[in-house]
């Protein structure tokens, strides 16, 4: 593979030509996969999986850039790392993908049946997880490919219905009829994660009902008149005086004319519309509860997809919001509708649909979950587990302690089926990891499985230690687990991090990872949300494209912290790419450098002179800050840091310095070594951060290196960089930081004074205690500022003063440079006289209409007031032009 390399190195970088074929070389060498080393302690990550929906999005490209940095960085510790990668069935989503393409051959899931369907869902399925790998792999992630999992693997899947059985058995799991949330378009139930709720100004429309006996009435309001047609009774708070005569009589249902008791119950809140409300059992969670303790029955007026049902009587067929019309109108024309208020109130939506949901009273398989969520809150609190940023911490517990208990049944076909048999014969349940034949009960052969499949974030939730092998005794999972981060983003907190908390416990017995690491959500330039809807979305593989994958991955990793969101701004892609050419032209420039003299490459410790000492103290000392960041999961800073180390430091002033030397050789011991050694190891420190450009510099050094140098086959298995204490060297940091102020102070008064490139200018130097250090420095000065002559006069204090001269005190020195030396004094003179002239008869001008009594009185006050402004600063202008041709 390396005989593949071009050793010539092209003018420019090329991204594209570089990333497929390092990628390669990694995967043909197996680097991605861990040794297991008993001896060492490994790092792990398990990837979130992508849902198998298609393509990967800027949210993904962050998760697996910021997974890949930890667990490159960790490898070249030394660690075993395993970073496993999955993708996810993605239940409803991908259903719905699949079933909109059945739709555009004009087909329904159910015209093709079951079996048909599943096929054609595992097809698109296999497609789709072609494409989500490779788009992995041009991201550059190095995940071990070789233990990828899918939630509907074998293994994964005997792990659900293994966790379904044991917590069935122990009464954790268990079918009852509760309300639930339906989607009508999705056609099944979802958890209360999966709804978003969302403020509506709506209606609250009063009603009144005819008592049965006598002509009274009583009024109730409610926000959906269509459930009118359920309601199965009404309410009154039992200590309501108002209503105290009515409790036991009946009122008969508008509509249906169905005769329906008025019920007094302690969840009625008085103050609510009349006080009296309608009670809807199928199709409120309130009411629901009251119909239990009151026993009242139930009745469901709606069909799966939300049209009326049977027991809709005269509006059955039509669809809920056209029902909600017909009955207000039929109302209205018995005189029964008295009232209607604006009132603006919650309601659930689909989280895949957007459709308004539907709560519906309906038999569901439930995970209770208080019992499940206790030691997940232990977990937390004793600190076993540590969220970061710390804040979510909060928001974890606040959610676990008011946990309520999980719908997991979905009425989809695509998933992991329900492992549960109906017996026709006993009517008992068979519950088995294994497909059953017969029922456990009386042995009949005549069983029916569940039609229904698990919610998608029921494996999602043991994905920890499913992945590695769970329920099985794998050495893969005695070795890797429990896992030591889990990346992701703050959103799925609950629904995916908490989920595998609370299993991962009950299923193993230990924690399923030690750090929560929580990373933001990516804005675009004026910091909104990305979404399709707004437009402003990137493509992760339209971008690595024009920009290269390492330009990319800087963007993305740039300024994150955890738990804050991120702006991706086309700027920010521009800076990575940049940041990759000045790589590659500072290591073409090394390369180079190297080729007549590659055999002397020994650093001569004893012999450095000053600047290499703090090139190499500097390097010593970013490698010491960064890795405290990167061990505190500050990654954006860390990154910063090693940036602006090879930018700020190594590119624009040590290579500047090393040019110099270079001219001058013999006089000064070569700076190759040290060259070499700093780019060398700054390519590894950068290596977890823009792994292609990395690898493909260091190659070209390395090829050119005496053996010994680099000694692995490649910088992604070579060792992290760590701290020598004895490089670190203040005294040198402290004259190069000073000669760097005063070249730079001289470069800006060029530009301040616009001195063309070609002008020398004149810069005499007082440093004090530093004189002598910085003395060597001079011929560096005058080429970097051109700045000649250089003096260095001795004392400040003992200077005759300056005239004509601009002084710079910098923090250890002063910069003189006399005028003449960057101006024309003759010219600026001139110049500045003209400028006083004209200001001068300006002023007269000026003056003269101020104290003319005419425009006084006839112009408007305003415009006074801003001839007298003109005025004051014109002369404030005139004094300080006068004052500046007195120094000349
Ligand atoms: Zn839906
Ligand atoms: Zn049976």
Redesign the pocket.
Same mark, same amino acid.
Do not use: L, P, Q, V
């Given at each position: 593979m390396t005989e593949a390399l071009n050793y010539e190195m092209p003018k420019a970088y090329e991204p594209g030509k570089v990333e497929q074929k390092w990628y390669q070389f990694w995967l043909e060498k197996r680097y991605f996969e861990p040794k297991i080393d008993p001896k060492k302690k490994p790092f792990v990550i398990i990837m979130p999986p992508p849902n198998v929906t298609g393509e990967l999005h800027i949210g993904h490209a962050l998760t697996a850039i910021l997974e890949d940095i930890m667990t490159r960085w960790h490898r070249m510790k030394g660690e075993p790392t395993l970073w496993l990668p999955g993708v996810d069935h993605a239940g409803i989503a991908a259903q719905v993908v699949v079933e909109q393409l059945l739709a555009e051959e004009g087909l329904t899931r159910h015209q093709l049946g079951r079996e048909r369907f599943i096929e054609r869902m595992w097809q698109w399925a296999d497609q789709c997880r072609g494409t989500i790998a490779q788009q992995h792999q041009r991201l550059g992630v190095s995940c071990d490919w070789s233990r990828e999992r899918f939630t509907l693997d074998e293994g994964p899947s005997r792990a659900v219905r293994t966790v379904f059985v044991r917590l069935y058995e122990k009464g954790l799991i268990y079918r009852g009829e509760r309300i639930i949330n339906w989607c009508p378009r999705c056609a099944t139930a979802l958890s209360d994660l999966e709804v978003d709720h969302k403020e509506i100004s709506g209606h609250l429309w009063y009603v009144r009902y005819p008592l049965a006996e006598g002509n009274q009435f009583i009024t109730v309001a409610t926000t959906r008149p269509e459930t009118i047609l359920g309601d199965t009774a009404v309410a009154v708070n039992p200590d309501d005086e108002r209503f105290k005569a009515m409790v036991g009589k009946e009122a008969i249902l508008p509509a249906v004319n169905r005769v329906i008791p008025i019920v007094a119950d302690e969840a009625v809140d008085p103050s609510f519309g009349t006080g009296a409300v309608k009670i809807t059992p199928a199709h409120d969670p309130v009411d629901f509860e009251v119909a239990q303790r009151q026993g009242l029955s139930l009745v469901n007026i709606l069909n799966p997809d939300a049209t009326m049902n049977e027991n809709a009587g005269p509006y059955v067929g039509l669809d809920r919001f056209a029902c909600r019309q017909a009955i207000l109108s039929d109302l209205e024309k018995d005189g029964l509708l008295i009232k209607v208020e604006p009132y603006a109130h919650s309601v659930g939506h689909c989280q895949r649909c957007q459709t308004v949901i539907e709560p519906i009273a309906s038999k569901q398989w439930f995970v209770k979950m208080t019992p499940l969520a206790k030691p997940a809150i232990d977990a937390v609190l004793d600190g076993r587990i540590t969220i970061i940023p710390e804040r979510f911490t909060k928001v974890y517990h606040n959610w676990m302690e008011n946990i309520r208990d999980w719908c997991i049944s979905r009425q989809l076909w695509w998933g992991h089926r329900i492992p549960v048999w109906y017996?026709q /014969? $006993? !009517? /008992?349940l068979t519950v088995t990891i294994e497909d059953a034949k017969a $029922?456990s009960? $009386? !042995?009949?052969a005549k069983?029916e499985q569940d039609p229904d499949v698990l919610d998608t974030w029921f494996s999602s939730a043991l994905w920890a230690h499913s992945t590695l092998g769970w329920p099985d005794d794998t050495e893969d999972l005695r070795y890797f687990y429990p896992t030591t981060v889990m990346e992701t983003g703050y959103d799925i907190l609950f629904f995916w991090v908490a989920r595998m908390i609370m299993m991962g416990l009950e299923d193993t017995g230990d924690i399923p990872f030690r750090n929560v690491y929580l990373h933001g959500l990516i804005r675009d330039e004026k910091g909104e949300k990305m979404s399709k809807i707004k437009g402003n979305v990137l493509n992760p593989l339209e971008t690595l494209e024009k920009y290269g994958t390492d330009a990319l991955r800087l963007a993305l990793s740039m300024g994150t912290s955890p738990g804050n969101d991120i702006k991706l701004t086309p700027s920010r892609l521009e800076a990575g790419r940049n940041f990759a050419n000045k790589l590659w032209n500072a290591t073409r420039f090394v390369v180079r450098s190297i080729e007549p003299d590659r055999t002397n490459m020994k650093i001569q410790w004893g012999s450095l002179p000053v600047e290499d000492r703090w090139i190499l103290s500097r390097l010593s000392r970013t490698i010491s800050s960064v890795t405290n960041l990167m061990e505190g999961f500050q990654f954006g800073e860390a990154q910063r840091q090693i940036h602006d180390f090879l930018w700020g430091e190594f590119c624009d002033w040590y290579i500047e310095f090393t040019k110099i030397r270079l001219r001058l050789a013999g006089e000064a011991p070569s700076p190759i070594p040290v060259l070499v050694y700093v780019l060398e190891t700054s390519l590894r420190l950068l290596h977890p951060y823009m792994p292609f450009v990395t690898e493909e510099l260091w190659q070209h050094l390395k090829h050119r290196l005496p053996s010994g140098w680099a000694a692995t086959e490649s910088i992604m298995v070579a060792a992290y960089p760590e701290v020598e204490d004895k490089v670190i060297d203040p005294q040198a940091e402290r004259v190069m930081e000073s000669v760097i102020e005063i070249i730079r102070s001289i470069r800006n008064a060029r530009a301040q004074y616009k001195v063309e490139s070609r002008q020398w200018v004149e810069a005499q130097i007082y440093s004090n205690q530093l004189t002598s250090a910085i003395i060597p420095y001079s011929q560096t000065i005058q080429t970097l500022a051109r700045a000649r002559p250089v003096t260095f006069p001795g004392s400040r204090q003992e200077a005759p003063p300056q005239e004509n001269a601009l002084v710079i005190v910098l923090k250890e020195s002063e910069v003189i440079i006399p005028m003449e030396s960057m101006i024309d004094l003759e010219a600026e003179r001139k110049r500045l006289q003209d400028e006083i002239e004209k200001s001068q008869a300006e002023v007269v001008r000026l003056e003269a209409r101020l104290n003319n009594e005419d425009f006084l009185t006839k112009a408007p006050a305003a415009v006074i007031d801003k001839e007298r402004q003109k005025l004051y600063s014109l002369t404030d202008k005139l004094e300080r032009l006068k004052q500046q041709i007195l120094e000349f």
């Open positions: 017996c /014969e $006993c !009517g /008992e $029922c009960h $009386c !042995g009949s069983i």
